[in-house]
């Protein structure tokens, strides 16, 4: 199995960017299919994006253009580009790892996941 740790959250204005990092041990990353979600007080946890074993990505439409996901293999972190941070991307950020699946952007189909990492963005 896989243990996942994010870092890299806190506050910034609107506008701004953060970066964060899902670094894993146990298993490399690149044998996952490994995504980010979120979820703000109140709300279901929420499909942000996904990287595949070949390294493609897929994102939700409300990230879509101002998020990207890489992978750095040689350092088994996956990470979290944010760009264009709205008040509304305010959320706790999660990676999680799954072995595949036919709905990769549903929470169901991943095994492992972080402890999340706080987010909150000003206007």
């Known amino acids: 199995q896989v243990q996942l740790v994010e870092s890299g959250g806190g506050l910034v204005q609107a506008g701004g960017s953060l970066r964060l990092s899902c670094a894993a041990s146990g298993r490399t990353v690149s044998s996952y299919i490994m995504g980010w979600f979120r979820q703000s007080p109140g709300k279901e946890r929420e499909f942000v994006g996904f990287i595949t074993w070949s390294g493609s990505t897929t994102y939700a439409d409300s990230v879509k253009g101002r998020f990207t996901i890489s992978r750095d293999n040689a350092k088994n972190t996956v990470y979290l580009q944010m760009n264009s941070l709205k008040p509304e991307d305010t959320a706790v950020y999660y990676c999680?790892?799954?072995?595949?699946?036919?709905?990769?952007?549903?929470?169901?189909?991943?095994?492992?996941w972080g402890q999340g990492t706080q987010v909150a963005v000003s206007s």
């Open positions: 999680a790892a799954s072995g595949g699946g036919a709905v990769m952007w549903s929470p169901r189909n991943y095994d492992y």
